[in-house]
């Protein structure tokens, strides 16, 4: 939402009650905006996909994307019925919200959706910013490619704002939830080589980029969610990072065959390479990062 301080806006959103959606729900509701979640559950301030196809977007003023089936989910097989899910959790839902706002009577006057960096091709040493070229040579580039394009909305007022997020990082959920029991057993390691960057992100500073991206009426287009430092993170420092936070000194590295086989190939692709990546427009877009070091964030999230 975006309201003067004596009203309080509202925005809708949809995947309000994953991991990112519940940081930054409570960002938002602490900034004084009421939110409402789209949600295949029912519940108090929610509403369901359906309910929002039939009755259209309730009155407000942001709209905000985070849906999406767990894609490293590691009790799901990697199958053709689970990647049609990956992808229509996505793209169907981000659909479904634009079209809602292309059919709202009264616009809301931002639309943001959360994506991915697997836009970018990963490599060792290419730096990206949100000006280069992705989005068409493999299986995530080519669903971030569909998702950014479900989003648009051909001339509608509403503000449109894509955060292509790197790994993110924060208690309960994410990645470092799958990671801190190995870790604790001091069994955790790099992956693979261990060479291949790392792109992370603190939850704070997710929840805050989208609030930014809400609250500011300059803020329009891509905007690359990463730390600033996180072109300088290897999978291997990482892994040295965590282990330090939490005060274990053994660093036992995953073999890539191990990692394909508990995840399948394509979806090993994404702990076993990766991208380097620079939030250029985010810091001109005037975002101050809260956790720009990988120390830092981890001391927060583990310490
Ligand atoms: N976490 C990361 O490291 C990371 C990195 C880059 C990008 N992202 C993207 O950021 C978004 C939010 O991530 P997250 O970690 O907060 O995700 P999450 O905790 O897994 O939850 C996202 C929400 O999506 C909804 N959802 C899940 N499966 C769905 C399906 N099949 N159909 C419709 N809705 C479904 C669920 O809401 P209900 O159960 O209420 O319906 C869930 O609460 C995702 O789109 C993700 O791809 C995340």
């Known amino acids: 939402g975006e309201r003067g301080p004596e009203g309080s806006g509202v925005s809708g959103r949809g995947g309000g009650t994953g991991f ?107 730096e990206y910013t949100e000006d280069s070229p992705g989005g068409d040579f493999d299986f995530f580039s080519r669903l971030v490619s569909s998702w950014e394009a479900a989003a648009l909305i051909p001339g509608s007022p509403a503000r449109g ?55 500011k009426e300059s803020v329009q287009g891509i905007l690359n969610g990463v730390a600033p430092s996180s072109p300088a993170t290897s999978n291997g420092t990482f892994a040295q990072e965590l282990a330090a936070a939490l005060g274990r000194p053994a660093l036992v590295p995953v073999p890539a065959w191990a990692v394909r086989a508990v995840f399948g190939a394509e979806r090993a692709v994404m702990l076993l390479e990766g991208q380097r990546v620079l939030p250029k427009r985010t810091l001109e877009s005037g975002y101050h990062f809260i956790f720009p070091d990988l120390a830092g964030a981890l001391k927060d999230i583990v310490g």
């Not at 409402?36 to 559950?41: D, E, F, G, L, M």
């Not at 894509?162 to 992956?191: E, K, N, Y």
Request: glycine share 12%; aromatic share 6%; hydrophobic share 40%.
């Open 161 to 215: 704002v894509v955060v292509r997020s790197g790994v993110v990082l924060g208690q309960d959920g994410g990645a470092i939830s799958q990671m801190l029991l190995p870790f604790r057993l001091g069994l955790g390691g790099p992956l693979g080589s261990g060479l291949q960057p790392f792109p992370w992100i603190h939850i704070r500073d997710l929840s805050g980029i989208v609030c930014h991206a809400l609250e």
């Open 20 to 126: 990112v959606g519940r940081a930054l729900t409570q960002l938002l509701r602490s900034r004084g905006h009421q939110v409402t979640h789209v949600s295949r559950q029912g519940g108090t301030d929610r509403i369901s996909w359906e309910e929002l196809s039939h009755s259209g977007l309730p009155p407000c003023d942001a709209v905000v994307n985070l849906a999406g089936e767990n894609v490293l989910n590691p009790f799901r097989r990697w199958s053709d019925a689970f990647s049609r899910e990956v992808i229509s959790s996505r793209v169907e839902t981000t659909k479904t919200l634009a079209k809602a706002i292309a059919a709202a009577e009264q616009a809301p006057r931002a639309w943001v959706l959360v994506t991915g960096v697997g836009y970018y091709r990963p490599s060792p040493t290419a």
